[in-house]
């Protein structure tokens, strides 16, 4: 943050991706309603809990090539 306010919050996003090379995602985690779809928006971002330290839960994973993004705002 650039100012002593600090960071409103943390979302984070789960996609998945068909193999170790790729750089596109496949699909992303849908947050509400527990399903992978294959385009991002509503309910593919979650809040994260805590600022300075956050921490999201994951769902069960299978084998496969997965990435995470999160995003802060301030």
Not at 32 to 57: C, D, F, I, K, N
């Amino acid at each position: 943050a650039r100012d002593a306010g600090g960071i409103r919050g943390v979302t984070v996003a789960l996609v998945r991706y068909a193999d170790a090379a790729s750089t596109t995602p496949i699909e992303w985690y849908n947050w509400q309603t527990r399903l992978w779809v294959t385009a991002a928006g509503a309910g593919t971002e979650r809040p994260a809990t805590g600022t300075t330290s956050w921490s999201v839960g994951l769902p069960g994973l299978t084998n496969g090539y997965y990435g995470v993004r999160a995003t802060a705002t301030d």
